[in-house]
């Protein structure tokens, strides 16, 4: 069964502080893996889209990675802000015909001044 | 601003109510979608419409009726709900069905069932 977990379910973090985020996914198979931002009360909205070939993708303070051996896919947030402060959502496709889309739980983070 | 419009943006609503939910695209896409975001849970797809066409419902009650126009406009048609159908209701649409292109959302309806 395909499957998307993310962890951890919530962060709390200083303003300023870094911090990563994880998704693990068993999509098989494996087409490409998105990470998306949601605000509270929007709709998310796609941060980075990584395909088999990549290990990095960058977007500002947030940057991605990809271990497509070990099906594992990493969201870091540098020097964060108040408006960091969201859910992140890791959504893998796969490859296979119907090409479908499984979504991870989320990550809540909290950015505190 | 995504260029996906939802209205309303709340809505509560008795279980015995008939209710409209309208999802509007001004990015010239051909596919559109409704999925269901409960807490807790992962965002679950409920229908695909691509060039208006349905091609695909998730097992979806039939209290939920989707219903696709135009390729600029989709609604989802509400009846008889109950109070575990109390969710945000979010639309996006993109390029064609393909889900290797990238969605983009809507704000979101905050539908309570009472």
């Known amino acids: 069964k395909n499957q998307v977990e993310q962890s951890p379910q919530s962060l709390i973090i200083l303003e300023g502080k870094n911090c990563t985020l994880q998704?693990?996914?068993?999509?098989?198979?494996?087409?490409?893996l998105r990470w998306y931002k949601q605000d509270t009360g929007r709709g998310p909205v796609s941060l980075t889209i990584?395909?088999?070939?990549?290990n990095t993708k960058s977007n500002g303070r947030y940057t991605a990675t990809l271990d497509a051996d070990t099906k594992q896919s990493s969201l870091h947030i540098t020097a964060s802000q108040l408006s960091d402060s969201a859910s992140y959502i890791c959504?893998?496709?796969?490859?296979?015909?119907?090409?479908?889309?499984?979504f991870g739980g989320g990550t809540r983070v909290l950015v505190k001044p | 601003e995504t260029g996906v419009t939802q209205t309303p943006r709340h809505l509560v609503m008795g279980m015995t109510n008939k209710k409209s939910l309208k999802c509007e695209q001004h990015?010239?896409?051909?596919?559109m979608y409704w999925y269901k975001q409960s807490a807790k849970k992962p965002l679950e797809l409920m229908f695909v419409y691509s060039l208006e066409e349905r091609v695909e419902n998730n097992s979806v009650p039939s209290r939920f009726s989707p219903e696709c126009p135009n390729s600029s406009h989709l609604f989802l048609h509400l009846h008889t709900l109950q109070p575990e159908d109390s969710a945000l209701y979010l639309c996006?649409?993109?390029?064609?069905?393909?889900?290797?292109?990238?969605?983009?959302f809507g704000p979101g309806t905050r539908l309570t069932v009472l």
């Open positions: 998704c693990n996914y068993t999509v098989s198979p494996f087409s490409n």
């Open positions: 990584m395909t088999f070939s990549e």
């Open positions: 996006a649409s993109s390029q064609d069905h393909s889900p290797r292109n990238e969605q983009f």
């Open positions: 990015l010239g896409h051909n596919a």
């Open positions: 959504v893998v496709t796969t490859g296979a015909a119907g090409n479908k889309l499984t």
